[in-house]
C-alpha cells in the first residue's frame, strides 16, 4: 500500500513520447461508399431507411485489358453482378464482403448490379450496396454517387443514386480485418539504475514484452474506455526485468473495442456494437521507460521512429470472433536484444483527442484454472472437452505435431446430452481460435487478446494424447482453462446451513465474476458490454463481496465520459452500441440511472465524496433531461422490468409491468439520490430543488399508477415489481406502505411464492420485503426448487446464473449474467444481518440483525470502510446466539430475531446468548 501511494505522490513526468503506428494497406472498399436509388417523388434514402424493392446499378470503367480483376461486393439484403454482360457472382450478406474473381476485363468496361432490399418495418429498413473493382494494386472503380441507376435493367427509368455513407458506417458497420502488428526496440541501460517504470498504450490491446518476458501478471492489458474521451495508459514496475547493456522491448498488439471490424463470414460480430474510433490508425502504440539513476529520474528511451515492426503470427485478432495465430511466423528472439531482421520503420501518428488517463483498479488476471473433466469424441478428429465450470476465460493448450497442422477450438457454454458444443447464443455464428503449429516438438498456444464465456470446448483437427489418432493428427498433451476477471480482492464471505442457499451464492458470484471485465458486462461472450442496469442494482451485491470502489469509480467515469449533451445516459458505457438514442435498447431510463444511484451508493459504502463530486454535475443532467420531456411528470417508456417472469411468454420486454411506472418508480429514486448528494455536497438550493421535485414526481406517479382503495400500483396481473418499486422510491402514501407490502406477499403466496420480477423490479421486491420485516416470505421464495428459481437453475447442472427465470439452454439465452443476482444482497445484509444503520455513511453505524428464516446457522464477514465485521450465529435449543468481531470506532446495533431488546457495542469481540 505504501508503494501505491508514493508512486501517487510522486507521479511520472508529462507523456513526451511520440505516438506511433504501422502502415495498414487497406482495402478499396472502405474507399466506397453505400449507395441506394431515389426514385421521383419517394424520400430520399439514408442510413436509417431505404425503400424496399429492386434498383439496377452501372459504372463504366477502364481496365488493363486481358487481365482479370477481384470485385467485393457486399449488399442489403442482396445483389446480383455482371460485367460486360458475363455473371461475376451474387452477394447475400450486408455483414461481410463478398469477393469473386473476374474473366479477363476488356480496356472499357461496364459493371451492372441488381441489387434488392427486402420488406421492413417503416422508417426502419435500410438498403444499400457498396462495391469495389481492383485490379492488382490499382482500383478500378468503387460505388459512389456517380453511378448510374434505374427501377428495371433497361434504363427506362431513371433515378437518382444517392451516396448513403461510407463502408464504415452504421448500421452495417463494414471494416475489412487488419492483420495485428508486433513492434521492437532495442536500448542501452546504464549501470546504477535503481528502480525503472513503464508506462504504456497500446491500442487496441497489447502485450508487452521486455528481454523475453513478459511485462505484469495481468491479461488484456489496455482498459476499455470512451476512446474518443479518454484513453487510461498502464504502468508497471520493470526493475527486475533491467539488465545493464543491451535491453529490448517487443510488444504484441490485438484487438479490442478500439476498432471492431466484421469477421470473415460465418464469424461472429455483435452487429450492433461495432464502433471505430481508430481513424484509420487500427494499430496505436505509445510507450515510455523512466528509471532512477544517480543523475535522478530520467526518461531512458520512449516510442518514436527507431522503433520497427512486421506483421504478427497473430493472423486475425477481434473482441468477439476471436483469435488465429500461425506459429510458423513467429521470429525467435524478436523481444530480445541482438535480434537482427530487417524490419521496416514504424510511422509516427497524430495523437488521439482523448484526455490521457492513468489506469487505478485492478487489471484483469488470470485467477482459477481448470483440467478438462471429460473427453467426448464426436467423429475422427472432433472431440468435445467438458470443464468443471462455466466463466469468462481463456485455454491454454499445450500439443504437439506436423508443421502446418491447423487446431481450431470452439468455447461455448452449452452442450447437448451428445457431446455436441453448441454456440446457439451467436446467432448462428462462431467464436473460435485457431492455432497452426510451426512443428518440430511441443507447443503451447495460449488466447492472447480473446476471452469467452464458456464451459464445454470443441477441439477439431487433434486429438487428446493416449488416444486413437490414425490420421496423425497433432496430439493435445495438455490443457487448461483459466478464468479472468478484475482482480479484486475478496471483501465478503457467507455460508449458511441451507446446502441450497450455499450453491445460490456460488451460483451468483460465478456470474459476478466473469462478467468483472474493464467494464461490468452483461454476459462474457455474446456481448460484453457494460449494460448499466447492473451498475447500479448489483454494485450492493458486488461491494459485498469484493473490494470495487476503485472498479466502481472507473465506471462512472465511463459514464460521464459516453453520457450525450443532453444529459441523456445510454443503456451502455462506454457507448458502443451503433443505435439511436430513439431505440429503447440504445436509452432506457432505468439504466442510465446507473449514472446517478451508482455513485450514491458508492458514496453511501465508503464515505468518499470524490466520485459523487466528480459525477454530481452528471447526475443533475440526467434527472433534468427527464424533466425536460416529462411535462405531465411521467418518465418516457422504455425496456422496463426486463425479463420478467410467470406469464408464459418468451424472456423479453416487461409484460406485468408498465413500463412507464418503472421507469417513472427510477426517476424518482434518482430525484431522491441527487437530494441527499446535494445535501453532502452543500448544494441547499439544488437539495430543496430536487426533493421538490421527488414530490411532484409522486404526485403524479399516484395519479396515474396507484390506487388508494386496493393499495395497489397499475399492474398486469402480478403487483409485484410495481408495488416493491413505489416502496422503494417513497412513492406510496406513508400510512399505505404496510397494507402495500402485504399485497406482494399475498400475490406470492398465491403463486406458491413464485417471483414475477424481473431484471429490474428483482431486487426492490428484496428490499421492500427486507425493510417490511418479511424476510421469512423471501426465505419461502428462495428455498424453491422448481421452475423459475434459484434451485431450479442449480437442477439444471448450471454453474453460473443464466439470463432467465426459466433457464433456457436452447436459443440466444445467455447462460453467465449476473442480473438477477440480487439475492446476494440480501445473504449479506439480512440473512447474515450485516447492514448499514439508516442514515449511515462509510459503515460508522452498523446494524447486525439476522434473519434466519428455518436455518440453524450462519457465519460471514465484510471487509468494510471501517475495517472488517464478522458474524457467526446459530440456533441453540429455543435460544439464539450471535457472535461479533468489529473494528475499534464503529458503532454497531445486534438486533436478534426472537424481539429481545437491541444490544449496543463497540468494537472488539462480542458473544450475544438469546
Same mark, same amino acid.
Given at each position: 500500500?505504501?508503494?501505491?501511494?508514493?508512486?501517487? *505522490?510522486?507521479?511520472?513526468?508529462?507523456?513526451?513520447?511520440?505516438?506511433?503506428? =504501422?502502415?495498414?494497406?487497406?482495402?478499396? %472498399?472502405?474507399?466506397?461508399?453505400?449507395?441506394?436509388?431515389?426514385?421521383?417523388?419517394?424520400?430520399?434514402?439514408?442510413?436509417?431507411?431505404?425503400?424496399?424493392?429492386?434498383?439496377?446499378?452501372?459504372?463504366?470503367?477502364?481496365?488493363?485489358?486481358?487481365?482479370?480483376?477481384?470485385?467485393?461486393?457486399?449488399?442489403?439484403?442482396?445483389?446480383?453482378?455482371?460485367?460486360?454482360?458475363?455473371?461475376?457472382?451474387?452477394?447475400?450478406?450486408?455483414?461481410?464482403?463478398?469477393?469473386?474473381?473476374?474473366?479477363? #476485363? /476488356?480496356?472499357?468496361?461496364?459493371?451492372?448490379?441488381?441489387?434488392?432490399?427486402?420488406?421492413?418495418?417503416?422508417?426502419?429498413?435500410?438498403?444499400?450496396?457498396?462495391?469495389?473493382?481492383?485490379?492488382?494494386?490499382?482500383?478500378?472503380?468503387?460505388?459512389?454517387?456517380?453511378?448510374?441507376?434505374?427501377?428495371?435493367?433497361?434504363?427506362?427509368?431513371?433515378?437518382?443514386?444517392?451516396?448513403?455513407?461510407?463502408?464504415?458506417?452504421?448500421?452495417?458497420?463494414?471494416?475489412?480485418?487488419?492483420?495485428?502488428?508486433?513492434?521492437?526496440?532495442?536500448?542501452?541501460?546504464? $549501470?546504477?539504475?535503481?528502480?525503472?517504470?513503464?508506462?504504456? %498504450?497500446? #491500442?487496441?490491446?497489447?502485450?508487452?514484452?521486455?528481454?523475453?518476458?513478459?511485462?505484469?501478471?495481468?491479461?488484456?492489458?489496455?482498459?476499455?474506455?470512451?476512446?474518443?474521451?479518454?484513453?487510461?495508459?498502464?504502468?508497471?514496475?520493470?526493475?527486475?526485468?533491467?539488465?545493464?547493456?543491451?535491453?529490448?522491448?517487443?510488444?504484441?498488439?490485438?484487438?479490442?473495442?478500439?476498432?471492431?471490424?466484421?469477421?470473415?463470414?460465418?464469424?461472429?460480430?455483435?452487429?450492433?456494437? *461495432?464502433?471505430?474510433?481508430?481513424?484509420?490508425?487500427?494499430?496505436?502504440?505509445?510507450?515510455? #521507460?523512466?528509471?532512477?539513476?544517480?543523475?535522478?529520474?530520467?526518461?531512458?528511451?520512449?516510442?518514436?521512429?527507431?522503433?520497427?515492426?512486421?506483421?504478427?503470427?497473430?493472423?486475425?485478432?477481434?473482441?468477439?470472433?476471436?483469435?488465429?495465430?500461425?506459429?510458423?511466423?513467429?521470429?525467435?528472439?524478436?523481444?530480445?536484444?541482438?535480434?537482427?531482421?530487417?524490419?521496416?520503420?514504424?510511422?509516427?501518428? /497524430?495523437?488521439?483527442?482523448?484526455?490521457?488517463?492513468?489506469? +487505478?483498479?485492478?487489471? %484483469?488476471?488470470?485467477?482459477?484454472?481448470?483440467?478438462?473433466?471429460?473427453?467426448?469424441? /464426436?467423429?475422427?478428429?472432433?472431440?468435445?472437452?467438458?470443464?468443471?465450470? +462455466?466463466?469468462?476465460?481463456?485455454?491454454?493448450?499445450?500439443?504437439?505435431?506436423?508443421?502446418?497442422?491447423?487446431?481450431?477450438?470452439?468455447?461455448?457454454?452449452?452442450?447437448?446430452?451428445?457431446?455436441?458444443? !453448441?454456440?446457439?447464443?451467436?446467432?448462428?455464428?462462431?467464436?473460435?481460435?485457431?492455432?497452426?503449429?510451426?512443428?518440430?516438438?511441443?507447443?503451447?498456444?495460449?488466447?492472447?487478446?480473446?476471452?469467452?464465456?464458456?464451459?464445454?470446448?470443441?477441439?477439431?483437427?487433434?486429438?487428446?494424447?493416449?488416444?486413437?489418432?490414425?490420421?496423425?493428427?497433432?496430439?493435445?498433451?495438455?490443457?487448461?482453462?483459466?478464468?479472468?476477471?478484475?482482480?479484486?480482492?475478496?471483501?465478503?464471505?457467507?455460508?449458511?446451513?441451507?446446502?441450497?442457499? +450455499?450453491?445460490?451464492?456460488?451460483?451468483?458470484?460465478?456470474? *459476478?465474476?466473469?462478467?468483472?471485465?474493464?467494464?461490468?458486462?452483461?454476459?462474457?461472450?455474446?456481448?460484453?458490454?457494460?449494460?448499466?442496469? &447492473?451498475?447500479?442494482?448489483?454494485?450492493?451485491?458486488?461491494?459485498?463481496?469484493?473490494?470495487?470502489?476503485?472498479?466502481?469509480?472507473?465506471?462512472?467515469?465511463? %459514464?460521464?465520459?459516453?453520457?450525450?449533451?443532453?444529459?441523456?445516459?445510454?443503456? =451502455?458505457?462506454?457507448?458502443?452500441?451503433?443505435?439511436?438514442?430513439?431505440?429503447?435498447?440504445?436509452?432506457?431510463?432505468?439504466?442510465?440511472?446507473?449514472?446517478?444511484?451508482?455513485?450514491?451508493?458508492?458514496?453511501?459504502?465508503?464515505?468518499?465524496?470524490?466520485?459523487?463530486?466528480?459525477?454530481?454535475?452528471?447526475?443533475?443532467?440526467?434527472?433534468? !433531461?427527464?424533466?425536460?420531456?416529462?411535462?405531465?411528470?411521467?418518465?418516457?417508456?422504455?425496456?422496463?422490468?426486463?425479463?420478467?417472469?410467470?406469464?408464459? $411468454?418468451?424472456?423479453?420486454?416487461?409484460?406485468?409491468?408498465?413500463?412507464?411506472?418503472?421507469?417513472?418508480?427510477?426517476?424518482?429514486?434518482?430525484?431522491?439520490?441527487?437530494?441527499?448528494?446535494?445535501?453532502?455536497?452543500?448544494?441547499?438550493?439544488?437539495?430543496?430543488?430536487?426533493?421538490?421535485?421527488?414530490?411532484?414526481?409522486?404526485?403524479?406517479? !399516484?395519479?396515474?399508477?396507484?390506487?388508494?382503495?386496493?393499495?395497489? &400500483?397499475?399492474?398486469?396481473?402480478?403487483?409485484?415489481?410495481? +408495488?416493491?418499486?413505489?416502496?422503494?422510491?417513497?412513492?406510496?402514501?406513508?400510512?399505505?406502505?404496510?397494507?402495500?407490502?402485504?399485497?406482494?406477499?399475498?400475490?406470492?403466496?398465491?403463486?406458491?411464492?413464485?417471483?414475477?420480477?424481473?431484471?429490474?423490479?428483482?431486487?426492490?421486491?428484496?428490499?421492500? #420485503?427486507?425493510?417490511?420485516?418479511?424476510?421469512?416470505?423471501?426465505?419461502?421464495?428462495?428455498? /424453491?426448487?422448481?421452475?423459475?428459481?434459484?434451485?431450479?437453475?442449480?437442477?439444471?447442472?448450471?454453474?453460473?446464473?443464466?439470463?432467465?427465470?426459466?433457464?433456457?439452454?436452447?436459443?440466444?439465452?445467455?447462460?453467465?449474467?449476473? *442480473?438477477?443476482?440480487?439475492?446476494?444482497?440480501?445473504?449479506?445484509?439480512?440473512?447474515?444481518?450485516?447492514?448499514?444503520?439508516?442514515?449511515?455513511?462509510?459503515?460508522?453505524?452498523?446494524?447486525?440483525?439476522?434473519?434466519?428464516?428455518?436455518?440453524?446457522?450462519?457465519?460471514?464477514?465484510?471487509?468494510?470502510?471501517?475495517?472488517?465485521?464478522?458474524?457467526?450465529?446459530?440456533?441453540?435449543?429455543?435460544?439464539?446466539?450471535?457472535?461479533?468481531?468489529?473494528?475499534?470506532?464503529?458503532?454497531?446495533?445486534?438486533?436478534?430475531?426472537?424481539?429481545?431488546?437491541?444490544?449496543?457495542?463497540?468494537?472488539?469481540?462480542?458473544?450475544?446468548?438469546?
Amino acid at each position: 500500500m505504501l508503494g501505491v501511494v508514493l508512486a501517487l *505522490m510522486n507521479p511520472l513526468p508529462a507523456w513526451q513520447a511520440d505516438w506511433i503506428t =504501422v502502415p495498414t494497406p487497406g482495402s478499396a %472498399i472502405e474507399r466506397a461508399s453505400w449507395v441506394w436509388a431515389q426514385a421521383p417523388g419517394e424520400p430520399v434514402p439514408s442510413l436509417e431507411d431505404a425503400p424496399a424493392g429492386v434498383r439496377w446499378f452501372r459504372k463504366s470503367f477502364a481496365a488493363n485489358p486481358g487481365e482479370p480483376a477481384t470485385l467485393a461486393v457486399a449488399a442489403d439484403n442482396r445483389a446480383t453482378v455482371w460485367i460486360n454482360g458475363e455473371k461475376v457472382g451474387e452477394a447475400r450478406d450486408w455483414a461481410a464482403t463478398s469477393r469473386f474473381r473476374t474473366g479477363p #476485363l /476488356r480496356q472499357n468496361n461496364t459493371i451492372l448490379v441488381r441489387a434488392e432490399n427486402g420488406k421492413g418495418v417503416p422508417g426502419g429498413n435500410p438498403g444499400g450496396l457498396i462495391a469495389a473493382i481492383e485490379q492488382g494494386d490499382k482500383t478500378l472503380a468503387v460505388s459512389d454517387g456517380s453511378w448510374s441507376s434505374s427501377l428495371d435493367e433497361a434504363s427506362e427509368r431513371a433515378t437518382k443514386t444517392v451516396a448513403l455513407g461510407p463502408a464504415a458506417s452504421a448500421p452495417w458497420s463494414l471494416r475489412e480485418p487488419s492483420r495485428p502488428p508486433i513492434l521492437r526496440r532495442e536500448f542501452a541501460v546504464p $549501470n546504477g539504475v535503481g528502480k525503472a517504470t513503464v508506462r504504456v %498504450i497500446g #491500442l487496441g490491446d497489447f502485450e508487452l514484452r521486455l528481454n523475453g518476458h513478459k511485462v505484469g501478471g495481468d491479461v488484456l492489458d489496455q482498459p476499455w474506455s470512451q476512446y474518443d474521451r479518454a484513453i487510461y495508459w498502464r504502468e508497471f514496475d520493470v526493475t527486475g526485468l533491467l539488465k545493464p547493456g543491451a535491453n529490448a522491448f517487443g510488444a504484441f498488439l490485438g484487438a479490442s473495442f478500439w476498432r471492431v471490424e466484421r469477421p470473415p463470414a460465418g464469424r461472429y460480430a455483435k452487429g450492433d456494437a *461495432m464502433p471505430d474510433f481508430s481513424e484509420g490508425r487500427p494499430w496505436m502504440f505509445r510507450l515510455e #521507460l523512466w528509471v532512477e539513476g544517480p543523475q535522478g529520474r530520467q526518461r531512458l528511451v520512449a516510442t518514436d521512429r527507431e522503433w520497427t515492426w512486421a506483421p504478427s503470427p497473430i493472423l486475425f485478432s477481434n473482441v468477439y470472433a476471436g483469435e488465429d495465430v500461425d506459429a510458423r511466423l513467429e521470429s525467435s528472439g524478436w523481444d530480445r536484444p541482438g535480434f537482427r531482421a530487417e524490419w521496416p520503420s514504424v510511422t509516427v501518428a /497524430r495523437a488521439p483527442k482523448a484526455e490521457l488517463r492513468r489506469q +487505478n483498479w485492478p487489471g %484483469i488476471r488470470v485467477h482459477e484454472t481448470w483440467s478438462p473433466e471429460r473427453w467426448i469424441e /464426436r467423429r475422427p478428429g472432433v472431440w468435445s472437452v467438458v470443464f468443471p465450470q +462455466n466463466a469468462s476465460g481463456l485455454v491454454e493448450t499445450r500439443l504437439r505435431g506436423k508443421r502446418g497442422a491447423r487446431v481450431v477450438l470452439v468455447p461455448s457454454e452449452v452442450m447437448t446430452d451428445k457431446g455436441e458444443v !453448441q454456440q446457439l447464443n451467436l446467432w448462428n455464428a462462431e467464436a473460435s481460435c485457431a492455432y497452426t503449429l510451426r512443428g518440430g516438438g511441443a507447443e503451447t498456444w495460449r488466447w492472447r487478446f480473446f476471452t469467452h464465456g464458456f464451459r464445454y470446448v470443441e477441439v477439431r483437427g487433434a486429438v487428446p494424447a493416449g488416444r486413437s489418432n490414425p490420421q496423425g493428427l497433432p496430439v493435445i498433451e495438455g490443457m487448461r482453462m483459466m478464468h479472468t476477471r478484475v482482480a479484486m480482492a475478496e471483501a465478503g464471505a457467507f455460508a449458511c446451513s441451507s446446502d441450497l442457499y +450455499n450453491r445460490t451464492h456460488a451460483l451468483i458470484d460465478w456470474a *459476478m465474476r466473469s462478467n468483472a471485465s474493464h467494464v461490468l458486462t452483461d454476459c462474457p461472450h455474446r456481448e460484453k458490454l457494460g449494460w448499466l442496469e &447492473c451498475a447500479h442494482l448489483l454494485a450492493p451485491s458486488f461491494l459485498y463481496r469484493y473490494d470495487a470502489k476503485t472498479w466502481f469509480a472507473k465506471i462512472a467515469r465511463d %459514464i460521464r465520459d459516453a453520457q450525450a449533451p443532453d444529459g441523456r445516459i445510454g443503456t =451502455v458505457a462506454p457507448r458502443f452500441l451503433q443505435l439511436p438514442y430513439s431505440s429503447p435498447y440504445a436509452y432506457t431510463v432505468e439504466w442510465g440511472a446507473a449514472g446517478v444511484l451508482m455513485p450514491w451508493t458508492l458514496y453511501e459504502w465508503t464515505g468518499d465524496r470524490s466520485v459523487l463530486a466528480q459525477s454530481y454535475a452528471s447526475m443533475r443532467a440526467f434527472v433534468d !433531461q427527464i424533466e425536460s420531456v416529462s411535462p405531465d411528470g411521467i418518465a418516457p417508456t422504455g425496456l422496463g422490468d426486463w425479463y420478467d417472469y410467470g406469464h408464459g $411468454n418468451p424472456p423479453g420486454p416487461s409484460r406485468y409491468t408498465p413500463t412507464d411506472l418503472t421507469s417513472t418508480a427510477t426517476w424518482a429514486m434518482c430525484a431522491q439520490a441527487l437530494a441527499k448528494a446535494a445535501d453532502v455536497l452543500e448544494k441547499p438550493d439544488d437539495a430543496t430543488r430536487y426533493r421538490a421535485l421527488h414530490g411532484r414526481i409522486a404526485a403524479s406517479f !399516484q395519479a396515474k399508477f396507484y390506487d388508494p382503495v386496493t393499495k395497489t &400500483c397499475a399492474n398486469r396481473g402480478s403487483p409485484q415489481t410495481a +408495488n416493491a418499486m413505489a416502496l422503494c422510491a417513497d412513492l406510496i402514501p406513508a400510512e399505505d406502505r404496510e397494507t402495500a407490502a402485504a399485497i406482494i406477499v399475498a400475490n406470492l403466496e398465491a403463486r406458491d411464492y413464485q417471483q414475477t420480477s424481473g431484471d429490474v423490479g428483482h431486487v426492490f421486491l428484496i428490499r421492500a #420485503l427486507a425493510e417490511a420485516g418479511r424476510s421469512d416470505v423471501l426465505h419461502k421464495v428462495y428455498s /424453491r426448487t422448481g421452475l423459475g428459481s434459484y434451485g431450479g437453475i442449480l437442477a439444471k447442472g448450471l454453474t453460473t446464473l443464466p439470463e432467465s427465470w426459466d433457464a433456457l439452454t436452447v436459443g440466444s439465452n445467455s447462460l453467465n449474467h449476473c *442480473m438477477l443476482g440480487h439475492a446476494m444482497e440480501w445473504f449479506y445484509g439480512w440473512v447474515l444481518g450485516i447492514r448499514q444503520a439508516p442514515g449511515s455513511v462509510g459503515w460508522r453505524e452498523v446494524v447486525v440483525a439476522p434473519n434466519p428464516g428455518s436455518l440453524s446457522w450462519a457465519k460471514g464477514h465484510l471487509a468494510t470502510a471501517r475495517g472488517r465485521i464478522e458474524v457467526t450465529w446459530k440456533r441453540r435449543g429455543n435460544g439464539f446466539d450471535v457472535a461479533v468481531t468489529s473494528p475499534r470506532g464503529m458503532a454497531i446495533r445486534v438486533e436478534g430475531p426472537d424481539g429481545k431488546p437491541a444490544t449496543d457495542l463497540g468494537g472488539g469481540r462480542h458473544r450475544i446468548e438469546g
